[in-house]
């Protein structure tokens, strides 16, 4: 059963400009190894040491960002006077070629899971001469009976009523018919007595499935919470930003990118139809449901099958 590689520090890191927004990366593993860029989900979520730890880092050289908004990019969304306006699916895909571009890398794997599993088929599709490999894990497609399975009553909440109830009573009952609206108002509120509650109201949503059985989420400042609350509830509210018709409808233009898709049979937070049904639409990407696991990276049986993938990749 494979697992994750030894903990490693960067070799180098910085902050990209790309326009009025500043991209924070860090470099692992060989700086002469295969390039492999890993995408974080969220989208709002950051970066974090264990992302590093996916790939082989004799072999690798590993590239991890924090998208717009987020982590340790500028400027930061847990701040509401910053503006999402120019945070949307296009100019991340094009902060990952500003990134590449800057790198002086011609092609490179590309590894995202949940969100980034939306972000990665993406950019693959508009830039697919710039893919060498693509590792999928927790597919969201982000169309719109998936926002409904997460932020209306019928979906999730039925597994997780508790945790439902906490999302939903963080808000007025005179409001509860349109929880995404009533969110957007608060999470954007100048007073922080108003913000920070909802912010922390919705990340415990959005963490309270995150592995098939419980773990402790991870500890999030006020800033780090807001942050990731506005920008999920950014990108929902717009459909992920995607192309008419979704990802699915663009399959074609990545056909033939050797891909592993993964997606654990209990996954509360992307429930695996959505695997399903782009494993239906792209049968020439190798797919693996996995029996005992949730939607979580580092659950062992999902987290062997993405090591192997890497492994398998390296040698390509």
């Known amino acids: 059963m494979r697992t994750f590689y030894p903990p490693i520090e960067p070799y180098d890191s910085g902050l990209l400009d790309v326009g009025g927004d500043r991209v924070h990366y860090e470099l692992c593993g060989n700086p002469h190894g295969k390039p492999a860029v890993f995408l974080h ?3 709002g ?6 992302n590093r730890r996916f790939f082989d880092p004799a072999a690798y050289r590993i590239v991890l960002l924090d998208q717009r908004g987020c982590g340790r990019s500028l400027p930061h969304a847990g701040d509401p006077d910053v503006s999402l306006e120019r945070n949307n699916t296009a100019a991340l895909i094009g902060d990952l070629e500003a990134l590449r571009e800057h790198l002086a890398i011609d092609r490179w794997l590309v590894f995202g899971g949940s969100w980034g599993s939306t972000l990665a088929l993406a950019y693959a599709q508009a830039h697919r001469d710039r893919v060498t490999e693509l590792v999928l894990r927790g597919i969201w497609l982000v169309r719109p009976e998936d926002v409904a399975w997460t932020y209306e009553p019928g979906g999730a909440a039925k597994l997780f009523p508790a945790e439902w109830a906490a999302f939903r009573d963080a808000v007025p009952a005179a409001e509860r018919g349109d929880l995404l609206a009533a969110y957007g108002r608060r999470l954007g509120d100048p007073d922080p007595a108003v913000r920070v509650p909802a912010a922390r109201a919705w ?13 402790a989420p991870p ?10 609350a506005r920008i999920i509830h950014h990108y929902t509210v717009h459909g992920g930003f995607l192309p008419d018709g979704g990802l699915l409808a663009g399959i074609d233009a990545v056909r033939d990118v050797p891909a592993v898709v993964v997606n654990g049979r209990y996954d509360v937070k992307t429930p695996p139809d959505q695997a399903w049904e782009l494993h239906r639409a792209w049968p020439e990407a190798e797919f693996h449901l996995v029996e005992d696991a949730g939607h979580g990276g580092a659950e ?16 390509r």
């Open 300 to 315: 062992p049986g999902t987290l062997h099958r993405l090591v192997e993938a890497t492994d398998r990749f390296r040698r």
């Open 219 to 228: 500890d999030l400042d006020d800033a780090a919470c807001v942050a990731m």
């Open 45 to 50: 979520g950051g970066t974090l040491p264990l």
């Open 41 to 43: 989900g969220g989208p």
């Open 203 to 215: 990340a415990d949503w959005e963490l309270a499935a995150g592995a098939l059985l419980p773990t």
